[in-house]
Structures are given as structure tokens and as C-alpha cells.
């Protein structure tokens, strides 16, 4: 096991509800503390996919990853009151909208590098639809309008360019804009996970009072209420973990139209298939987010009336996402590790496990403490 992960620690997983006088929860201050000090937050303020811990250095810069890293930020923000998250998620905000949007494609590229030289040029999008989400959430904050200009453009160009009479191509290659070619791997598919990205055009529509975006979101909900019961299994063995995390994107989408009885419907199958899944596969490959994406929907699903809390399975899932959080060195203390195998934490501190691990646990401790949760739209 790697020197550096094999140093978990849980810091005030909530098993009770919380004293008001403690403050800031431990595990969000030190997960905090690893996005602003840990250096994977790049100077330019885009975010690196993850960071090897066994060799200490960044993978590349990913767009995606950045959006989500705000997301994450303001989040923090909002439970810490820590002016410094609120500037490094406005930080790489400005760096979506400055460096990583190209004008010149009217696209947004998957990764950047300060010199431009990448491994491969593309498009996903998923990526565009994370982007625009966090750039909306920024502007609901600052009124800054390059904020809601960039988010609309992801999401012309996730219409223009992606959009096709059967599906969405889930990758465009840059610059002609060409679709890849698709594969087995969740990720090169067009299935129920792209409900997530496509979350942001209803918020597009109510960011500029244009309803024409919803029909796209419903036709996208549409055929993911087909297609999701056959998506877990798609491929075989241990992949089914990774599937999971894609899954649990839909899940996580099908909370903004919880009032509708086939959508609660869908989310208390989904939660069982999830969830039973989770248990079968966790002990040869766990992915830390997966555990906590299936937590926030139980939340969130069961505090919005639509599915009954299983307590005893969120309270199994927030000890088993609370167990990644690292304790370590500067560049992996308080982040939470991509997951393990056969009980080895795998070397990479995770900016997506940490977001997602971070707001889980937080909704958690909200529910043990009888506080009301925030909305679903800040899903991160």
C-alpha cells in the first residue's frame, strides 16, 4: 500500500447530530484546506484531473475537474465562510472563461496547457454541461456577466454541435468538431449519465428567461428513463463500479423533477439497484464517489418526499465514503482517494471523490442535525 494514502483518517464522521458550538466540521475544514493549499489548483486556476501521490505531481489540467472544483469551492463557502474559497472558486471561474473557452472553435476542449500541447484535442459533452453549471452558479453570486456568456455558450455548443436526431455524440473531436467514434466504456457512450451535463439548460433557461432550453432537458430525460435499468451491467465485472459513478449522475439528475411520481418511481429503483450493486462490488474495486453519490440522492430524494430514507444503508455509505479522507503530507492531507482494490487504496488524491465525498458528508451531518438541506440545484 502507498505510504502516503495508507495514512486514512476519519475526521468527525457524523454519527450523531453535531453540537452547534463545535463550528466547521473537521473533514470539510481539512478538505478545504487541500484545494487551496495542496497546489491542485494550478496558478492559472485550472485544476489538475487528480494528483499522483505516489510520485507527487499533477496530472494535466481538466476543464471538467475545474467546474467541478468550483462548484466544490462555493459550497465550502457557504458552510466555512472563508472568503479565500470563495476567491479561488471565482479564480477558476475567470480561468473557464479566459483561457480554457476557445473562441475561435466556439468550443470548450476537454484539457488545456499553458502551451497548448496536448495528447489529444476534444469535446465532451458532459464536460460542457459541468462547466456551464458552475459558471451559473458564480453568476447567481456576482452578477459577472462573462459568467452566464461562457455558460450559455457551453450549452449552444452542447445544442449545436453534440445534438443529433437519435442521441447526443458523446465526444467531438477538435477542431472539425467530428464525433469519435463510441466503444463499451460508459464514458464514450450516449446513455443516462448525460442527464447530469444536461441539467444545464434548465438552468440556462431560467438564468435568461428563455424557456426554449427545457424541451432539450425533457427529451434528454426521456430517452435516460428508457435506457438507465440496463446501464449498470453494461460491462462486465469490477467495471461495474465505474458504471456506478456514471449512474449515479443520472440519479443525481432525475432530483429536479422529484415531484413526478414516474420520476419518484425511478429513483427508488434506481436507488435499490445502485445500492445493491455498491455491496456486491465494493469489496474487489470501490470508487470513493460512488458511495457518496448515491447518499446525496437518498438525501436530497428523501427529504423531498419522494423516496423513504433507508438509514441504515445512508448511514453505511457515509462511514464508507468518510474512509478515503488522507492524512498526510501538503498535497494529499484532507483530500479523499479516487478509491481501492481489494482493500489497497489506489495513489491518487481526487479532486471529483473529495466535491463529492465533502458535500455528502456535510448533507449528512445537515440531516442528523434535523437542519433543513439546500437545494438540490447545488448539487456539485
Excluded at 473537521?26 to 485550472?46: C, D, T, V
Excluded at 480554457?100 to 488545456?112: I, K, R, T, V
Excluded at 428513463?225 to 460491462?235: I, K, M, R, V, Y
Amino acid at each position: 500500500m502507498d505510504s502516503i494514502t495508507a495514512q486514512k483518517v476519519n475526521r468527525s464522521l457524523p454519527t450523531s447530530a453535531p453540537s452547534p458550538s463545535l463550528g466547521v466540521p473537521a473533514f470539510l475544514s481539512a478538505g478545504e484546506r487541500w484545494f487551496l493549499e495542496s497546489g491542485i489548483i494550478e496558478p492559472s486556476g485550472g485544476v489538475a484531473r487528480y494528483h499522483f501521490s505516489d510520485r507527487a505531481e499533477n496530472a494535466r489540467i481538466s476543464t471538467e475537474i475545474t467546474g467541478y472544483a468550483v462548484g466544490s469551492l462555493l459550497d465550502l463557502h457557504q458552510r466555512t465562510a472563508n472568503p479565500a474559497a470563495l476567491d479561488a472558486a471565482l479564480h477558476s471561474a475567470r480561468f473557464l472563461c479566459r483561457h480554457a473557452w476557445n473562441p475561435a472553435l466556439d468550443a470548450m476542449p476537454f484539457e488545456w496547457a499553458p502551451d497548448g500541447h496536448l495528447p489529444e484535442h476534444a469535446s465532451y459533452f458532459f464536460d460542457n454541461g459541468i462547466i456551464a453549471r458552475a459558471l451559473l452558479r458564480c453568476w447567481r453570486l456576482t452578477a459577472n456577466p462573462a459568467f452566464l456568456d461562457t455558460a450559455t455558450a457551453c450549452g449552444q455548443s452542447m445544442l449545436r454541435d453534440f445534438v443529433n436526431p437519435e442521441d447526443i455524440h458523446p465526444i467531438l473531436d477538435l477542431p472539425r468538431k467530428s464525433p469519435r467514434p463510441r466503444d463499451a466504456r460508459w464514458s464514450r457512450q450516449s446513455a443516462c449519465y448525460q442527464l447530469k451535463a444536461a441539467l444545464a439548460w434548465l438552468e440556462l433557461a431560467e438564468a435568461t428567461n428563455d424557456p426554449s432550453w427545457r424541451p432539450h432537458f425533457d427529451r434528454a430525460l426521456e430517452r435516460a428513463l428508457q435506457t438507465h435499468a440496463a446501464f449498470p451491467g453494461g460491462e462486465p465485472g469490477p467495471r461495474t463500479m465505474d458504471r456506478l459513478h456514471a449512474y449515479g449522475y443520472f440519479l443525481e439528475a432525475l432530483l429536479a423533477r422529484a415531484e413526478v411520481p414516474e420520476i419518484r418511481a425511478a429513483l427508488a429503483a434506481g436507488l435499490t439497484l445502485a445500492g445493491d450493486r455498491l455491496r456486491q462490488w465494493r469489496p474487489e474495486f470501490e470508487r470513493s464517489d460512488v458511495p457518496a453519490q448515491i447518499l446525496r440522492v437518498r438525501l436530497w430524494a428523501h427529504h423531498a418526499g419522494a423516496v423513504p430514507l433507508d438509514t441504515a444503508r445512508a448511514a453505511e455509505e457515509a462511514a464508507w465514503a468518510a474512509r478515503y479522507q488522507t492524512a498526510g503530507p501538503r498535497h494529499v492531507d484532507g483530500s479523499f482517494c479516487f478509491g481501492s482494490r481489494s482493500g489497497e487504496f489506489t495513489p491518487f488524491a481526487n479532486p471529483v471523490s473529495t466535491a463529492f465525498c465533502l458535500q455528502a458528508l456535510a448533507l449528512y451531518q445537515d440531516h442528523l442535525a434535523g437542519r433543513p438541506l439546500p437545494p438540490p440545484s447545488t448539487l456539485v
